[in-house]
């Protein structure tokens, strides 16, 4: 059963970067493809973006396309998701979230009713 645990949140100005990371255990990461998802308050959960288990492939979000950065370290057990140019709209509960790489397709990886693992989340504020 992997477990999942997100780090990095916080306070941040507009137009400033934060990094989140996401570390798992009781797995071999190179088995899973991994998610971030977000929840801003009064709406639906998001998709943020995706990385296939090799990490030469990902996908994003249109409203972070060019702004954040998904990557994977496997040997440590880790998925960052670097992110750029944050505005108010980017505030919000990110999650991490994990399914095996079977079947997956560049759609399903979009898809947060496709991960059955999730973290608790990281809170997310940009803010003046």
């Known amino acids: 059963q992997i477990q999942l645990v997100e780090s990095g949140g916080g306070l941040v100005q507009p137009g400033g970067s934060l990094r989140l990371s996401c570390t798992a255990s009781g797995v071999t990461l190179s088995n899973y493809v991994m998610g971030w998802f977000r929840r801003a308050p009064g709406k639906e959960r998001e998709f943020v973006a995706a990385i296939e288990r090799t990490g030469r492939s990902a996908s994003y979000g249109d409203s972070v396309q060019g702004r954040f950065t998904i990557s994977r370290d496997n040997a440590k057990k880790t998925v960052s998701l670097q992110m750029n140019s944050l505005t108010a709209e980017d505030t919000g509960v990110y999650y991490c979230?994990?399914?095996?790489?079977?079947?997956?397709?560049?759609?399903?990886?979009?898809?947060?009713?496709?991960?059955?693992?999730w973290g608790q989340g990281t809170q997310v504020t940009v803010s003046s």
């Open positions: 979230a994990a399914q095996t790489y079977i079947r997956a397709t560049a759609q399903t990886m979009r898809l947060s009713n496709w991960y059955p693992s």
